[in-house]
């Protein structure tokens, strides 16, 4: 295998590992796996992202929010057919008070997306709490909740710091390929190394 066919499979291997699908939700596969769901009933689920386009356009969250005071997008998404045609009330309270931040009063999302908007943002940090309550015909209405943690500003997790280590020794290695000059550095660091 020649240097530059090694270069283009190296490339192609790096950009599947680095998919963002692969690492959506943690790398995590299915419903099983995912954090950012409410469960309604026994293998009926709402999935749940959280989005502050202003601060963070490219990143999406789910239990922990960075900021507070910024524009904050929930977006629902009913994955069984026959909520969405049931009345859907959103709330969202700061916790261990219950104070009401955030409210949606029942109405029907026949595309099975909701899109909450809260201009304002979080407005402190701390734990909260959404309540999502489907309204049923007969009083027969399903409640599910979710907490989140708001304003401790964006972490960086051990998985990020994998992949910016690993996109490192990418950048190194094709260095090495392509530059004589680095190339002949390292093997002679190599060689020393060897003899000690």
Known sequence: MTNSNMRKSFIALLGMLFSATLWAHGGAAGTDTD???FELEPEHWIHYTAYQPL??????FCGNLPD????????FDYQDVRYRNRPVEFEVTKEP???RVFFQAAKKHSSGTVVLKL???I????KYLIHITLIGANDDNLDAHMSFVAGKGMATSSTSLFMYFL??????YVLYLSHAGFKAKVDEMLAKAKKA
């Open 167 to 172: 996109f490192l020794l990418a950048g190194l």
């Open 119 to 121: 201009p304002n943002g």
């Open 123 to 126: 407005p402190e940090p701390g």
């Open 55 to 60: 601060a963070y356009p490219a990143e999406e």
């Open 97 to 99: 008070e219950g104070k």
């Open 68 to 75: 507070t005071g910024t524009l904050t997008q929930l977006v």
């Open 35 to 37: 954090q950012c769901k």
